[in-house]
């Protein structure tokens, strides 16, 4: 009974003592965190791989037979992970950057890694009404080829070892959905067309012709421009078309044409050539302009074969730029197969239409 009384007594004496010493609500605990009106604006990766268009072919056309069995063919020029053929062209430690409607850079990547060469940007705001370029810049530590996977030793010709340039893909990016997925920037080396480009240019004038001289920015513009045949998934797949015709607005078209390197006149390290208004046998041609006329670009194709077994000619969409960004760039287009038209089903369920907004393709101009 005493310790029940003594608990008792002790409880009200410090009920009364609180109630006593409190004259005002305690005052609450203050936050102090920053206040945050609204959230951090959303930004929209881009990421793919950067690779060199030319090696991939190189890489296809090389391949090396397999003496175990004759008939296994090369993996085909095609930008799947784990294909031989885009490791050797994959271009690692190159840099990306996002060009604004000014060519401004928006937003850059970090260095392309082996042994895909992927990349990916930290991202820009989605807005329909802005449209970006994609520029892959060369660093100190660039590589093409993945050599030590693919050594000569084991029959694998070489990808050379030669300088780099920055290439802007004209291919517009507008990221309006979550993420740009499946992007794929173009560098090119002097080993290739460009290297073609510079001899024939030096025969023509007479006068030496660099590749570093060929794409200076000062000196205008020079794209090189790819008709690949129909790709069977997106834009993937990289079979050379040929004999497509091509025509242009503005400038001086060459046809380039590849032949085993063998060390020719006018021939670069990886077998190109160029010729002056001629029809490639790859459906692959050099763009020169001079500076100041590089607006109203407008290249033409024609399919000059008839194949019914191929489904020839193929409809190969013209390529219209606008205009042309000063220095190097690349254009990869795709030729497309005819579609017979089949009567609608009237019983068939509906399905919506696919959702590519992960390719971040720009909306097309509205009519009227």
């Given amino acids: 009974m005493k310790v029940r009384s003594l608990i008792a007594s002790t409880l009200a004496a410090a009920t009364l003592s609180a109630c006593g010493e409190s004259t005002a609500p305690a005052a609450a605990p203050v936050n102090q965190a920053p206040f945050i009106d609204a ?19 190189y890489a296809f056309v090389t391949w090396p037979v397999n003496p175990e069995d004759p008939n296994d063919g090369a993996p085909p020029p095609a930008l799947l992970y784990g294909l031989p ?18 060519g401004q850079v928006a937003d850059s990547s970090g260095p392309s890694l082996p042994p895909w ?9 989605p807005d329909r009404s802005v449209v970006y370029a994609m520029r892959a810049e060369p660093t100190p530590m660039l590589s093409v080829g993945a050599g030590d996977f693919f050594p000569a030793e084991a029959g694998f010709a070489p990808i050379p070892a030669v300088p780099y340039h920055a290439t802007t893909t004209l291919r517009p990016v507008s990221p309006t959905g979550n993420q740009c997925l499946v992007q794929a920037p173009v560098m090119v080396g002097e080993a290739g067309a460009l290297g073609a480009l510079a001899q024939t240019l030096s025969t023509e004038t007479g006068t030496p012709t660099t590749v570093a001289q060929l794409v200076d920015p000062a000196r205008g513009s020079v794209a090189l421009v790819w008709m690949f045949a129909p790709s069977p998934v997106l834009d993937l ?5 040929g004999d497509i015709a ?12 590849w032949a085993p390197p063998s060390g020719a006149p ?48 193929w409809i190969a969409p013209p390529f219209e730029a606008g205009g042309l960004p000063p220095g190097l760039s690349f254009a990869r287009l795709h030729a497309m197969a005819p579609v017979e038209e089949t009567p609608e089903d009237p019983y068939a369920e509906p399905y919506p239409p696919p959702d590519f907004s992960f ?10």
């Fill in 117 to 125: 060469g992927n990349f990916q940007t930290q991202g820009v705001v």
């Fill in 39 to 57: 959230l951090p604006e959303r930004r929209v990766p881009v990421s793919g791989v950067v690779f060199d268009p030319e090696a991939l072919f």
């Fill in 359 to 368: 390719l971040c393709f720009p909306d097309p101009p509205s009519e009227g």
């Fill in 266 to 313: 006018g021939q670069s390290e990886m077998g190109f050539t160029a010729t002056r208004n001629g029809v490639s046998s790859l459906g692959y041609y050099a763009l020169v302009v001079p500076p100041g006329t590089s607006t109203g670009v407008s290249v033409s194709f024609v399919d000059t074969v008839t194949d019914e077994q191929q489904g020839r000619p």
């Fill in 237 to 241: 797949f990289m079979f050379p078309s």
């Fill in 85 to 102: 053929t885009e490791i050797r062209a994959s271009v690692w430690f190159a840099q990306v950057n996002l060009l604004g409607p000014e």
């Fill in 246 to 257: 091509a025509e242009t607005t503005v400038g001086t078209l060459y046809a380039i044409d």
